[in-house]
């Protein structure tokens, strides 16, 4: 069960798009369309932003949205705006009843 | 609406146990899978096992197997995670997470954290 592999970071200036990798294998990522993303800001609790890999949960701005090819999934972020700037961590399911998430990727807006 | 609600903020000798409760308000409580994820200062999320109210059966991360016990006591909609043998690396946030449920593997609600600091 190792982590995921994210990059470290990314930037972006307002109104740009960027798109965060997420690196797993054929036990997890690839295994399965589980593939989940959550924003973490500063002292606060992760959100939950995409799920089942393209997924956005009800409040989540339509300008998030995520993909899977093969053991890599993506999340993009179009329009970039000041309050986007935050962790995230992509999680996969591994199957029985387990998990692995990423290293997380730190986003910087410029 | 479904809140998680954690126990308050723990220090532990090097050695010990801690035992880290979350009480499920809202929802149902045995239909949704709760895990536990930790996240040391600094460092990124880490899940370390799962229940299943409705089963009661946990499942485990290899890096915890042996070392961590997760329960549920329905009658009080609480989930418990136990860690033993506490290091110093065991310090960190733990946070209770709630499945999505309804045929997705991702985790709508999250608790609001734990700190558990292991320091002699």
């Known amino acids: 069960q190792s982590a995921l592999t994210q990059p470290r970071s990314v930037s972006g200036s307002p109104g740009q798009s960027v798109t965060i990798s997420c690196t797993g294998t054929a036990s997890d990522v690839g295994g399965y369309n589980y593939v989940s993303w959550y924003q973490e800001h500063p002292g606060k609790a992760p959100r939950l932003m995409i799920y089942?890999?393209?997924q956005r949960p009800s409040g989540v701005p339509d300008r998030f949205s995520g993909s899977k090819s093969g053991n890599a999934a993506s999340l993009t972020i179009s329009g970039l705006q000041a309050e986007d700037e935050a962790d995230y961590y992509c999680?996969?399911?591994?199957?029985?009843?387990?998990?692995?998430f990423g290293g997380g990727t730190k986003l910087t807006v410029l | 609406q479904v809140q998680l609600v954690q126990s308050g903020a723990e220090v532990k000798t090097p050695g010990s146990s801690v035992r880290v409760s979350c009480k499920t308000s809202g929802g149902s409580f045995t239909s949704y899978g709760r895990s536990w994820v930790r996240q040391a200062p600094g460092q990124g999320l880490e899940w370390m096992g799962e229940?299943?109210?409705?089963?009661?059966?946990?499942y485990y991360a290899q890096k915890f197997q042996g070392r961590v016990r997760i329960s549920a006591d329905d009658s009080t909609n609480t989930v418990y995670m136990e860690l033993r043998s506490l290091r110093s690396d065991d310090t960190a946030v733990y946070y209770c997470?709630?499945?999505?449920?309804?045929?997705?593997?991702?985790?709508?609600?999250w608790g609001q954290g734990t700190l558990v600091t292991v320091s002699s």
């Open positions: 999680c996969s399911y591994a199957g029985t009843y387990t998990f692995v």
């Open positions: 229940i299943i109210p409705m089963f009661g059966t946990a």
């Open positions: 089942d890999v393209s």
């Open positions: 997470v709630k499945e999505m449920g309804r045929g997705s593997r991702s985790f709508d609600y």
